[in-house]
């Protein structure tokens, strides 16, 4: 499997600095810095409601964080917009030109019928501008850059840097099959465009059958070999769990996000998947942050063990450390009685 | 669920084992299948207009025509299943690029435009107006991307309305009420259509709607209609497995909105007219009515959905009247079923809604969505123990 490893000058693949979550006047996450070097499984753990699965929303690009931000091996991707309020005047600049160019021909020349071609220019370009301001191509990216704008990366944008994640609650496609199911996965790996589809060009057609025997390949890593023709939800519990890291992996990730892989599974479920986890990291080289109830789980398998609470991180280190930490036991078992 | 399968298992062999040869055969070459199936469907059905009762009611020319104006619904219906049925996006405006699609030929192709007189021919045109309704279908899509459900038809509602009512009051371009006559009928290495003539435009009807069809098929299979569907299932999944949502949902109103340019350009260049109250709510009602009645999702099912909604409405309505005129029902001789036809399209959505809400000819996706008990039980029943499917060992 061809996951990319990360940048050799900069070893850490992802670097949240001072990441701030706030929900009105509720701060979700709370300055959290967070470090995961290449092939590592670094766990994020805490008690139920100290904002775990919100950094990881914010990491994936699903929110914007209030503050501080996100380095993903080596780039810039997620932080607070900035200047947001300039960029309608970037989307109207290009139209305001054009207008002004209409009125000085007009006065020039007053042909009536160059005016309204530079009028029509200038709505045509208003359009452009606000279509781009949707589709967000390369080109308008660097315009707003140019213009101090900065807007934090999609989670779509996440994955085609090379993100996967899997979900607390399972969110598979319910009604498309496994096989389906993994290849949306293999999204950002395809290069067929609507006009290969009309034209069912060769290549097109070429690289939908290679998705459907690679689909399969990761079916077979997560065990869920000869399933590829059923559908996500008539899946037992343990296999849809399955099905989502198959579908995370199909992105072919350098660092992959579980949100509690194991909720809900029985003790050799766990087992199993605890192994796959480890596996992942070892035999294709991925990074994985995992959010995790489970101690035995966590204890296993982390270089790395960060502890939140109330939003704030309280603990970080090894899982020796972290376990022997006495602020870590008060947050679990509370403040002993005085 | 066992007695369905019972009936199944006792069904003769070699009767299923054709049928499911027929079926891959028709799977893998599916362009080939769908040009043959219109070759035979296009030659049948004037054919048997030809044999009572069908002959009794009109003449086979009358009833090649109206083919050609269900043709147009076909069209337009398949245009709004990529919208509706794969990326589930509900639009309840979608004559307006009907309208777009017919007053871009008529701008084009008509010498009582009141700003320009041009004659560009009508092949050509229908691309033009297919990229013309395409780009407006863009242009309603980009500020609809971040509602749903309600709100998303709530807007395309407006977007419906607001189109006819430009064409109808900017009156120095459009001629306002009157709309624009005279536009130049369509003609083939100099054969010229004629109004007198129904056929040739049959024939390019059918071709048009075949291929329409493998293009769509050819969508729904691709990368591109996988992504539709996964937005469809679970947008902030697709996502985050890197379905770019945006571009996925404006591709879709796009596509879509193409296929009613089509029709569009069509319609002006066979009625040689349009005026903005061809483009009512009611035709977008009537579009969607018939993606629902023939089966959300299922291009072959949306188009025969397509196919008896505009026959049932525009002859068999049309033919109550004298029937029991000349029976001389009392009561019911009294009735003008025409126009009744939106109770009837009432009656007949509350009782799909309520026997078979996936539609005549479900896609069985569809079908797996609204019928999910069944599909847990089959699940249990044939799916294997959970802990006995071993992970893979390392």
Redesign the interface.
Known sequence: MSAATADPGNGTILRAHRVTKAFGGLVAVKEVDLEIPPTSIVSLIGPNGAGKTTFFNVI?G?LDPTSGHVEFRGDRMIARPIRTWFEPVVWVTPSVVAGVISVLVYLATANADATALAVLAAIGLL?VM??AA???PRWYLRLLATAGVFRSS???DM??AGM??T?QNI??????TAL?NV???M??K?R???A???L?TPR?RA??KA?QARAREFL??????G?AG??A???????QRRLELA??L??EPTLLLLDEPTAGM?P?ETA?MT??ID?LRR?LGISILLIEHDMKVVMGISDRIYVLDHGELISQGSPDAVRADPRVIEAYLGKPAS | MTASAGAAGTRPQGFRGMRDRAGTLAASHRSITIIVGWIIVATALPLLMLVPPFSTFQTQSLWIDGFTNAGVFILLALGLNVVVGFAGLLDLGYAAFYAIGAYTYAFAASPTVPWISLHVPFWPMLLVGAAVAAMFGLLLGAPTLRLRGDYLAIVTLGFGEIVPAVFLNADKVTNGTNGIGGVYKPDLFGYQFTLGNPVPYYIAMVAIIAIVMILVYRLQDSRLGRAWMAVREDELAAASNGVNTVTTKLLAFALGASTAGLAGVFTASKLTFVSPDQFSFAVSFTILAMVVLGGMGNVWGVAVGAFLLYTIQSVLLKQLNPFFHTLNVPFLKDIDFVQYQFLLYGLALVLMMLLRPEGLFPSSRRRRELHTEVDEYVGDELGPDPSSSPMEQS
């Open positions: 994936a699903i359009i606000f279509l949707i589709v967000r999609r989670p779509n994955v085609k996967g994640r979900f969110r598979l496609f319910a009604n498309m389906e290849q949306v996965g999204h950002t395809m067929a465009n609507a290969d589809a009309l069912s097109a690289e939908e998705s077979g890593i997560v065990g869920l070999r399933r059923e559908l939800k008539n899946l037992p519990y343990g296999d579908r995370a199909a992105s029985n050799r199993q192994q796959l596996r035999d």
